[in-house]
C-alpha cells in the first residue's frame, strides 16, 4: 500500500514553454502534498506544501507564479512550471501524507531538462 | 528555525568495515526519518524514529535517536556493495514539514 506515483518521469522541453507534472497517490487519500526539488548531488528542498482545496503554500524563494500547483482531488496534485529556463532543470519528487501524517510516501520523481 | 547537519559528506568504505552517519538538528522534533536513494532514483524510506532512545534494524543497518542530544546515528555494519548510496536524514518541523539533510554519499569497494 501507500504508493505514490509521478508522470512523467522524465521531461524534455524547450526554454519558454511551460511544463506539468503529476503526482497522484494511487490507494490513499492524501490532503497534503509536497513538492520537493534536487538539483545533482544536492539534497532535497521543500518547494511548497500542497492542500487539497486550497491554495499551495511555497517556501521562501520559490515563486509561486512561475511553480503553479494545483490540488484538485484527494489523489491529485500537480506542478506546472511556466516559462521554463534551463535554470529550471531538476528532478522534482512530490510526497503525500498519509493518514497519520507520521509518513510520507515519496514519488519516484520527474526529470525535467530544459534546453 | 530548524537546520539538520549530516556527516560525512562522503563516505568510501571496504566491504566488511562498519561505519556510522551522524545527522544534528537544531530545535526539538518528534520524528526524524533515514532514507536511501540511489542515482536517479527517488527517496527509498529506511526508518522512522518516533521517540527519544529509538533504536530499529534491518539488515546491515540500524539507526537510533537520541532526542536530548538532537542526534541520530545510522551505523552500518560489515558493509557489502549493495549498500552504495546516498543516504539521507530528515527531521521533521513542527509544521509537519521535512527538512532535509545534505545526504551521505557512501561508497561499498571490496
Known amino acids: 500500500g501507500a504508493v505514490v506515483s509521478q508522470h512523467p518521469s522524465w521531461v524534455i522541453c524547450k526554454s519558454g514553454t511551460s511544463v506539468k507534472i503529476e503526482c497522484r497517490s494511487l490507494d490513499f487519500q492524501a490532503t497534503t502534498m509536497f513538492w520537493y526539488r534536487q538539483f545533482p548531488k544536492q539534497s532535497l528542498m521543500l518547494m511548497a506544501t500542497s492542500n487539497e482545496g486550497s491554495k499551495a503554500t511555497y517556501e521562501q524563494g520559490v515563486e509561486k507564479d512561475k511553480f503553479l500547483i494545483n490540488h484538485a482531488s484527494l489523489t491529485l496534485s500537480t506542478l506546472t512550471v511556466t516559462s521554463a529556463h534551463p535554470e529550471d532543470s531538476s528532478f522534482y519528487i512530490c510526497s503525500a501524507e498519509g493518514t497519520s501524517a507520521r509518513e510520507q510516501y515519496f514519488g519516484p520523481g520527474t526529470r525535467l531538462t530544459v534546453t | 528555525e530548524l537546520k539538520v547537519e549530516q556527516n560525512p559528506l562522503f563516505l568510501s568504505m571496504q566491504e566488511g568495515k562498519n561505519y556510522t552517519i551522524y545527522c544534528n538538528y537544531s530545535t526539538t522534533s518528534d520524528r526524524l526519518y533515514w532514507y536511501r536513494q540511489d542515482p536517479g532514483k527517488s527517496l527509498e524510506s529506511l526508518f522512522v524514529?518516533?521517540?527519544?532512545?529509538a533504536v530499529k534494524q534491518e539488515g546491515r543497518l540500524m539507526a537510533s535517536l537520541d532526542t536530548k542530544a538532537r542526534l541520530s546515528t545510522l551505523h552500518i555494519t560489515a558493509a557489502v556493495h549493495d549498500l552504495s548510496a546516498t543516504y539521507f536524514c530528515a527531521v521533521a518541523d513542527n509544521t509537519d514539514k521535512l527538512i532535509f539533510g545534505t545526504g551521505t554519499r557512501l561508497q561499498v569497494f571490496p
Open positions: 524514529l518516533l521517540s527519544n532512545g
